[in-house]
C-alpha cells in the first residue's frame, strides 16, 4: 500500500524537488504542467511506473516558479528517482523499497486492528 501511494505523481514530482509540498504537486499537476513520457498528465494520482518520465513541460518550462527551482539547491532525493534539476526532468528508475519510503506508519498495527 505505501508503494503505491510512493509512485503516485503527486508524490513523485514532490520528491523530484519540483514542488515544496504535495499539496502544491497536486495544484501543479491539475493545471497542466506536468508530462509522463512526452504525454500531459493532469491527474496526481496516476500511476508512475519504472522507467517513466516526468517532466515540466515545454510550454511552462518559461514560468518564474519553474526557473526558480530549477536554480534552487534541491533537497534530498531518494535512491529510486534520477533527477535532471536543469532540464526539470525526472526518471523513476525502480520501484521503492520500504526502508526509502519516510512514512510514520507501523504496518503490523493496521494489520492487527484489520484481522479482528
Known amino acids: 500500500m505505501l508503494e503505491l501511494l510512493e509512485r503516485r505523481l503527486d508524490n513523485v514530482v514532490y520528491r523530484m524537488g519540483l514542488a515544496s509540498s504535495r499539496a502544491e504537486a497536486r495544484q501543479l499537476i491539475r493545471h497542466g504542467h506536468f508530462q509522463v513520457n512526452g504525454r500531459r498528465v493532469d491527474i496526481p494520482s496516476f500511476s508512475v511506473k519504472p522507467g517513466d518520465v516526468v517532466e515540466v513541460?515545454?510550454?511552462s518550462r518559461q514560468k518564474t516558479r519553474f526557473k526558480e527551482?530549477?536554480?534552487?539547491p534541491s533537497r534530498g532525493i531518494p535512491g529510486w528517482?534520477?533527477?535532471?534539476?536543469?532540464?526539470?526532468r525526472g526518471t523513476m528508475v525502480r520501484m521503492?523499497?520500504?526502508e526509502e519510503i519516510e512514512a510514520p506508519v507501523q504496518e503490523q498495527l493496521i494489520?492487527?486492528?484489520y484481522s479482528r
Open 57 to 59: 513541460r515545454e510550454t
Open 81 to 88: 528517482l534520477e533527477v535532471d534539476a536543469e532540464a526539470l
Open 96 to 98: 521503492p523499497n520500504r
Open 111 to 113: 494489520v492487527e486492528y
Open 69 to 72: 527551482m530549477a536554480q534552487s
